[in-house]
């Protein structure tokens, strides 16, 4: 099956400062999506991602959809306090198949 | 406006045994998925209901099972129980097309 792995596992960042995160995969994906999950709760849409090269923000968040498709990055700018938590990167095929492929995650920890 | 309901919060069984996992889709949705999560990875495709069918299944044995209503609502059943079962049970639901799926909160299972 597919293998989503991302990257760095963790992150300790200042408050402020801006954070980067990316996802790689075996395989292709349509529609590739980001994330996060806070300590006993379910896992939180922020960006969706449709198209090759695709650049798309929702506020202080920037993802975009590799070229290749097999790949894609997000950004947090400004990190604040209650960025905290784990970001899951998806991959999507939808031919058919319309199931979640999840990365590793990443932990971030914002350091006040 | 309801998000994804999922009952029980927390459960505890003992190996061997059989347990019965709840889910309300957010409203207006019509297709439910279920995933496990273990501890400290990403969440695992088990499978997906749509007009009360599975439509696809992910890499899980047929000790796993479920069901969705005529009001769009899922149980997801695990017998025989193993002590590897214990995980972070997920429910999410959507429209059915390409994109994001909004997660419930999910029910803590520990197996003993």
């Not at chain 1, 792995?5 to 990316?22: A, K, Y």
Request: with cysteine; charged share 15%.
């Amino acid at each position: 099956g597919q293998q989503l792995n991302q990257s760095p596992q963790s992150m300790f960042i200042q408050e402020g400062e801006d954070v980067s995160m990316n996802c790689t995969s075996s395989s292709i994906f349509n529609t590739w999506l980001w994330y996060k999950q806070d300590p006993g709760e379910g896992p939180v849409l922020l960006i969706a991602l449709y198209k090759a090269g695709e650049l798309t923000s929702n506020g202080r968040l920037t993802a975009q959809f590799g070229i290749t498709r097999k790949d894609s990055f997000l950004n947090i700018s400004a990190s604040i306090p209650s960025d905290v938590g784990i970001y899951f990167c998806a991959g999507q095929l939808y031919t058919g198949a319309n199931n979640l492929f999840f990365g590793t995650g990443t932990r971030l920890t914002v350091i006040p | 406006d309801a998000g994804v309901t999922q009952s029980p919060t927390h459960l505890i069984k003992t190996r061997g045994q059989q347990v019965t996992l709840r889910c309300s889709p957010k409203s207006g949705h019509d297709t439910v998925s279920w995933y496990q999560q273990a501890l400290g990875q990403g969440p695992q495709f088990i499978f997906q209901y749509y007009e009360e069918e599975e439509r696809q299944r992910g890499n899980f044995p047929d000790r796993f099972s479920g069901h969705q209503f005529p009001n769009y609502s899922s149980e997801l059943n695990v017998n025989a129980l193993l002590l590897g079962d214990s995980a972070l049970y997920l429910c999410a639901s959507s429209l059915g097309g390409p994109g994001g799926y909004t997660f419930g909160s999910g029910t803590r299972l520990t197996v003993v």
